[in-house]
């Protein structure tokens, strides 16, 4: 991996705000799409975990989902189980958004127990993450039970041959070609991770739109030193 010029300017390249729209889906269409049911509240179940390794993108479809529902219902986002909720500070037809569920002691169990069986009755639903499938979670059993009755994803990380034809994907998407060789440049010369690669294409397409320039290996190579240059 590099730590020359090119990945020190891609450490500062600022991630957009979490979307599904800057979420690289990968073989995770079908919770992408259970997402926005849930936020529209077209869904039918209770709620949805989505679990998976460190950095699979979880947190970013929590916000995501946090963000997209907020236009359509009321919305609680919780960063960690700490910050859940008790039922009756639950407005009628929310969603309640609760990352890491994984670190949530007794008291934070017993909370979201009473929180997830009583949302039915206030129109509510619940939208969860943790990096284990409920059967592996060490939680009391009602809660883990509870949690297995809602649909459960696995959100899975990107496979490097895949990537290329993701950000290929991404960059269609919003409305410039990237080639095989700029691709190239950038897992050579970056952070592999999808939200760095995600965040310095939507920084290149900024820039080849202020610029009117094609997205090409010189013109990134460009746009690094010059960066670097006024960072340093």
Known sequence: MSTGPEQFVLD???PEPPSFDNFVAGNNREPIAALRALCASSLPENGILLWGA??????HLLRAAAARAATL?????????????????????????????DVAGPVEQGRLFTLINQLP??????????????????????????????????????????????????????????SDDVIAYLLAHGRRDMP??????????????????????????????????LSG
């Open 73 to 101: 219902r009321p919305v609680i986002d919780c960063a960690t189980p700490h910050e859940a909720p008790s039922i009756g500070d639950v407005p009628q037809g929310a969603l309640v958004v609760v990352d890491a569920l």
């Open 121 to 178: 009755a206030c129109g509510g639903q619940w939208l969860a993450a943790a990096t284990l499938p409920p059967a592996s979670l060490a939680l009391r059993d009602d809660l883990r039970t509870r949690v297995a009755l809602g649909l459960v994803f696995e959100i899975t990380s990107l496979a490097d041959p895949d990537k290329s034809v993701a950000l290929a994907a991404y960059a269609h998407e919003r409305g410039f070609r990237l």
């Open 54 to 59: 460190a950095g699979a993108g979880k947190s």
């Open 196 to 229: 760095t690669l995600v965040a310095t294409l939507a920084a290149l397409d900024r820039h080849s739109l202020a610029t009117r320039r094609a997205v090409t290996v010189p013109m990134l190579r460009g746009w690094l030193q010059r960066d670097r240059g």
């Open 12 to 14: 500062l390249v600022r």
